[in-house]
């Protein structure tokens, strides 16, 4: 394979401003572009038009010497067609092929032209042609246009924001809040959707700020904005047999392992000793080994103490570590153990990393912590690593998957899980915050909401069983909800924030449509979860793997880490100018400090210590101003 200049991850920035009279100003595009230097250490570019400004920031994979941004094609009467892209085209060499025979003539050997030329052959329907995990700007000074289009899952991030001339948008919340008409304002909807953990369908966290939706395209000119949607997870009628089926899995997975195993620098992968990351372990080894190149590099986490403070529940059976250890002897690994104390975990200096590249609050405290040292630690080594992500939400892995009462409760799967756990475990995210405020929040009528709005865009087979529609409906509503508000944004902010690239195999499209139509039937035919996955993969790990029970990403178990954090929402209580305070139930939280084992404790729990103090931290450092 020829050296390519594009592949790479990045993050870009830009806006449109067509009031007349108004200069580009570049010191914005400057600052909004470097607000993205954790994305993009190796380099950086802008470019301004009439109105028009865009920027980008660079992290080489590939040539790591080669390839600039933004790209400009001087089109028709000298107006130029530019392009600020961020992604990894996976399938860039048979487009540009096919480009080629199309009459079009490459000056370099990146797959950012690629995708300009691509642009410039089919417009916006480039994107359908496009194998890979991407989010990309155009501005078309043919017809004064900004399109903006993002992948099929939204595996890389984009945010934009209306202006009064325009439109602002970039790959993370904190470009958009360099622009002067962009506040950090979060409202009731703002608030019920960061403390509910879904993504609004309809508005975004912050007031005025939305996400493009995966597979969609955004345009923006003179005569206003349209949306336009290229891709949905189809229907489509499945006649393999089941040999057939896990055969044509296993081909498609491999493809899409040998493919994203393509870069300059060493390959990395997270290895939990569970099913998914061992199975891409062991291809990616085997593509390594066939290509003649090192051994694969692979990373885990652990805590110290971990094997004694275990504690099994019903979301993680078994510890990770022995599980890794049997697969880095079994596949012969670079590996490396990262095992991390509960001081590094609640280190002030690495949570507000984690909060910096979130821009959020969130609920996950020491997994985003962990994970942030996990990447820190494996970027010493490499620039890109594979991780099995969405391997659950596609193949059925997840408990409430196979739990029957699951099914047609119009209910978001994986919240209801969330609630019966809490329930048997007496536990409640939102223990501390004030009760008047958690009633306003309505999570019910707000949960029930974007169940329907979900399904609304959900492709049907007419005819089709009552179990395959049931699971059918199970399979979008994680990938529209779960996966996209959960998994994939902290693989990307927590990975970026140590400029480490991670790619998704199992998200690559034709794998995905293939799975999803497959009946329910074939997909447990062994009775347990992910029976297809195991099958096309039972030739390469040991059984102790292969047989292992899911278990989720670890928490720490040491109860000095739930000490640490009940501490701090003491100072919280202590300090009169915490901006919290107004959404805590004061009462409550000073009778837990006064007494943490008193009647109190009922109410608190890891969770709502995390996110109050979240939000007191988000609320302070972006200065978010509250609107309810």
């Known amino acids: 394979m020829p050296p390519t200049e594009g592949q790479r991850m990045c993050g870009i920035s830009g806006y449109v401003d067509y009031r007349p009279g108004r200069p580009v100003d570049s010191g914005l595009i400057e600052a909004m572009t470097d607000a993205l230097r954790d994305r993009g250490p190796d380099d950086r570019g802008v470019w301004t038009g009439p109105h028009t400004a865009l920027g980008v920031r660079r992290l080489s994979v590939i040539d790591i010497a080669g390839g600039k941004q933004p790209m400009i094609d001087s089109a028709e009467n000298g107006r130029e067609v530019v392009l600020a892209y961020t992604g990894e085209i996976f399938n860039f060499e048979e487009l540009r092929a096919e480009l080629g025979a199309r009459g079009h003539r490459f000056e370099t050997v990146s797959d950012t032209e690629v995708v300009l030329r691509a642009y410039l052959e089919w417009g916006a329907a480039c994107a359908e042609r496009l194998l890979g995990m991407f989010a990309f700007a155009v501005w078309d000074g043919r017809t004064d246009e900004l399109v903006i289009i993002r992948d099929r899952f939204g595996i890389y991030p984009m945010y934009w924001a209306e202006t009064s001339g325009g439109l602002v948008f970039g790959s993370e919340l904190k470009a958009l809040l360099e622009h002067p008409e962009i506040d950090a304002e979060v409202d009731l909807a703002g608030l019920r959707a960061l403390i509910a953990l879904v ?48 055969s044509t899995i296993r081909e498609l997975l491999e493809d899409s392992v040998r493919r994203q195993t393509v870069s300059d620098v060493p390959i990395g992968l997270f290895l939990s000793g569970g099913l998914d990351s061992s199975a891409l372990a062991a291809l990616t080894s085997r593509v390594l080994r066939e290509r003649g190149e090192e051994k694969v590099r692979t990373y885990s986490v652990d805590y110290t103490g971990h094997a004694d403070t275990f504690d099994a529940d019903e979301v993680r059976a078994t510890p990770d570590y022995p599980y890794v250890q049997i697969m880095t002897e079994h596949l012969g690994t670079l590996h490396t153990r990262v095992e991390l104390s509960t001081e590094q975990l609640t280190d002030p200096a690495v949570r507000a990393a984690v909060l910096r590249a979130r821009d959020l609050p969130t609920v996950m405290g020491d997994l985003d912590t962990s994970l942030y040292l996990l990447c820190k630690t494996a970027r010493q080594d490499t620039t890109v690593t594979l991780m099995g992500d969405a391997a659950d939400e596609l193949f059925g892995g997840y408990p409430w998957y196979h739990d029957p009462s699951f099914r047609d409760l119009p ?218």
Do not use: C
Not at 201 to 230: C, K, M, Q, W
Not at 451 to 460: I, K, N, P, V
Not at 495 to 503: D, F, H, Q, T, V
């Open 199 to 246: 993504k609004p369908s309809d508005s975004g966290f912050l007031r005025g700020v939305f996400e493009v939706e995966p597979g969609t395209v955004l345009t923006l000119s003179r005569a206003g904005r349209s949306i336009h949607r290229y891709w949905t997870l189809p229907a489509r009628e499945h006649t393999d047999d089941l040999d057939t089926t896990v």
């Open 411 to 628: 209910v978001l799967p994986w919240l209801e899980f969330a609630r019966r756990l809490s329930a048997k475990l007496h536990m409640r995210t939102t223990g501390l915050l004030d009760p008047g405020l958690v009633a306003s929040l309505e999570a019910d009528e707000y949960e029930r909401a974007e169940y329907d709005a979900a399904l609304a865009q959900l492709e049907t087979l007419d005819g089709e069983s009552g179990i395959d529609r049931q699971m059918r409906q199970m399979t979008f509503l994680n990938f529209h909800g779960y996966l996209r508000s959960v998994v994939l944004d902290r693989k990307d902010r927590v990975g970026m924030a140590s400029a480490l690239e991670g790619r998704v195999p199992f998200l690559d499209h034709r794998l995905v449509e293939y799975v999803h139509n497959v009946p329910w039937v074939l997909k447990t035919f062994d009775g347990r979860e992910k029976s297809l996955l195991r099958a096309a993969v039972r030739d390469l790990l040991p059984p102790s793997v292969l047989y292992r029970k899911k278990a989720g990403y670890p928490p720490t178990d040491d109860p000095a880490y739930d000490r640490v954090l009940a501490g701090r929402v003491a100072d919280l209580v202590n300090d009169p100018d915490a901006p919290a305070r107004q959404l805590m139930n004061l009462e409550l939280t000073r009778s837990y400090v006064d007494d943490p084992s008193g009647p109190a404790a009922a109410h608190v729990n890891r969770f709502s210590m995390e996110i109050l103090l979240s939000l007191n931290e988000w609320l302070t450092r972006y200065q978010v101003r509250l609107a309810l």
